[in-house]
């Protein structure tokens, strides 16, 4: 009798071949692991059968390192050394953290010493200085042996889940995490589409569909096409600085409120006092879902004793402008896709801040539809993971979901005068790759610098500078006459790369954009605004500097050219060219676009006669020696 080989549902057809893979999200608030198993998505519990990991570290004296449930529970009494939220902090600097005095951390920048603010931020602990993507690193190595001890042997990999409007840095800060924990990442996952994939929308039927995600530290919507197994990104807009932190921020306010108000002398907190106060807002919050009203109840070190109660009603009304502010990027995002309200199928709810029923009600009014809820809104990002990990680690078909995201902001160079030429736009589907050529601006150039910036304004000053590096070796030429392509390589991480030839002798130069900070908390949120505000004012500003960058070429180009055949004018035919150019170089310290091109068209038509001269010198020569049948053939 033969004997057949047969398995679970969705696992190899030999179990030895099927791959161990780990979708995480690496949340503000709390972690999670999930993979699948038997064809089923399921979250990886520890041996306490706790699902979710809280996204805290503490740092002890003996350099023992504390992460989760175990570390939260201590953070009052120990906030210096005890890091929550640093999701927050990944890819800033020092000058992005706004509010420090709510926050009960040392900051440290690694210039400091040169009293710069800028480069990597960290923190101060007992166990020296530690940066966000170190911290962050503790958390995932948790995760990955909770996943290697429940699923008993080596990871192949892991998809880990970032918010849709995480920037360059931000990302890969993520993604050195991830190294430093010993994963090896498959894919780098914006956390809406993660969602959408969680709730089985692939086998829904063929739509547009919107997913809200208010995490503990970010806010993303972005809307997706879905059609047989593709899931396309439409649009993605968001705030990387508004989240449920954002709701205890508020609470704790109120309670310094209510203590001014019936403590007369004014109390300083210190670290622990700030901590505790967080935590009990936090609880609040909390509370509040299924609640009317929270009391709130603790003794400060000073021995002040607070006890107030908040109500529902209370609460709305401190938070509603937060509320708010996830309707603008939604509205955005809308107009980027050019959908109607009519067009949107479903609204998937995602992060453990949209249990708040007054979010829940705001969403539901703007769709004017009851949006899904069925699933944990803490789990389902770490769920939808897990299946795309399966996926990319060769568990299953090629037949199934097809993930094509985009990316947030535009990427581009600098060009002469400061304008940004934009080489990939804002919403592109990732991966992605585009070329534009390029040349030189003044005869005989042999280097080019390449300026990468981000951002959707038409000057350089009003956008982000990602990296600079240098093209060397482009032969001497006239200006205009060298190629120089350069292309722009977004992967599916969202992660840059530039690489710039001289088509020539083929020299090449490239790299890969990787910065220590990302956008501070102000430029990512009012990129997209500016950009909308600006757009006439950079319109004329980009005339302006093109008008200019014209003109200094052609006083260039017909300098060079009475430098040459100068002999073939009188003085007499000399003077109205000389007196174009001055007039015209003059102009340029001016900002009147139109007077300008007006000056410019003057030299032009100055100049003609001298042209049309050195063309018949130039036939002259060319016919020089030849008789006729020559000149015929």
Not at 281 to 309: H, M, P
Request: negative net charge; contains cysteine.
């Amino acid at each position: 009798m033969a004997l057949l080989q047969i398995s679970e549902p969705g696992m190899s057809a030999e179990p030895h071949q099927h791959k161990l893979a780990i979708g995480i999200d690496l949340g503000t608030t709390n972690s999670l692991v999930a993979t699948v198993r038997s064809g089923m998505s399921t979250v990886l519990q520890d041996p306490h059968g706790h699902a979710l990991l809280p996204s805290v570290v503490r740092y002890m004296q003996d350099d023992q390192i504390i992460v989760g449930h175990q570390a939260e529970s201590k953070q009052n009494e120990d906030p210096i050394n005890t890091i929550a939220s640093v999701k927050r902090f990944m890819g800033r600097s020092l000058k992005d953290i706004t509010n420090r005095a709510h926050i009960p951390y040392r900051f440290v920048s690694n210039n400091e010493s040169e009293g710069v603010s800028q480069g990597m931020l960290q923190l101060e602990t007992r166990a020296g200085l530690k940066s966000p993507v170190e911290i962050s690193a503790e958390i995932l190595k948790t995760l990955k042996l909770r996943a290697e001890k429940v699923l008993g042997g080596e990871l192949t990999g892991a998809v880990i889940t970032v918010p849709a409007y995480f920037d360059d840095a931000q990302r890969q800060a993520t993604k050195d995490a991830a190294q430093l924990a010993g994963l090896h990442v498959l894919r780098l996952l914006n956390e809406p589409t993660a969602a959408a994939v969680a709730y089985g929308l692939d086998n829904a039927s063929e739509g547009v569909y919107v997913i809200y995600d208010l995490g503990g530290g970010t806010f993303d919507v972005s809307i997706l096409h879905l059609s047989k197994g593709i899931f396309e990104v439409l649009a993605t807009n968001g705030d990387s600085a508004l989240g449920g932190d954002d709701f205890d921020h508020r609470i704790y306010c109120w309670i310094l409120d209510q203590i001014l108000e019936s403590n007369q002398t004014k109390h300083l907190l210190n670290e622990e006092d700030t901590r505790l106060l967080l935590t009990k807002a936090r609880q609040v919050k909390e509370w509040l879902t299924d609640n009317y009203e929270a009391q709130i109840t603790c003794k400060l070190s000073n021995g002040y004793a607070v006890d107030v109660t908040l109500s529902t009603d209370e609460f709305i009304e401190l938070t509603q402008n937060l509320v708010n502010k996830t309707l603008s990027p939604m509205r955005k995002a809308m107009r980027d896709a050019s959908l109607d309200l009519e067009d949107i199928k479903g609204v998937v709810m995602v992060g453990g801040a949209t249990r708040m029923p007054h979010v829940r009600h705001a969403v539901q009014e703007f769709f004017e539809q009851e949006p899904l809820t069925n699933l944990d809104p803490d789990k389902v990002v770490a769920l939808g993971a897990a299946i795309q990990a399966n996926v990319l680690a060769g568990n299953r078909s090629d037949e199934d979901l097809l993930l094509l995201d985009v990316t947030p902001l535009s990427l581009g160079l600098e060009t002469m005068g400061g304008l940004v030429e934009k080489v990939v736009p804002r919403n592109s589907t990732l991966p992605v790759a585009r070329a534009q050529d390029f040349t030189t601006f003044k005869d005989g150039q042999t280097a080019m610098s390449i300026h990468v910036l981000q951002g959707e304004r038409d000057l350089v000053s009003a956008c982000r500078s990602l990296a600079q590096f240098e093209l060397c070796g482009i032969p001497a030429m006239t200006a205009g006459a060298a190629r120089i392509r350069v292309t722009f390589q977004v992967d599916a991480d969202g992660l840059l790369s530039v690489t710039a030839r001289e088509e020539t002798k083929g020299i090449e130069a490239n790299i890969t954009v990787k910065p220590s900070y990302g956008l501070s908390d102000d430029e990512i949120t009012n990129m997209l605004k500016s950009s909308f505000g600006s757009a006439e004012t950079d319109k004329q500003a980009r005339a302006l500097v093109e008008a200019k960058v014209d003109a200094m070429s052609l006083v260039s180009a017909i300098n060079i050219a009475l430098e040459q055949d100068g002999h073939l004018l009188s003085t007499e035919e000399k003077g109205p060219i000389n007196s174009a150019i001055t007039r015209l170089e003059d102009l340029l310290n001016n900002e009147d676009n139109h007077a300008i091109h007006d000056a410019t068209e003057a030299l032009n038509t100055a100049t003609e006669q001298f042209a049309a001269k050195r063309m018949d010198v130039s036939v002259s020569r060319a016919l020089a020696g030849k008789n006729i049948n020559e000149v015929n053939l």
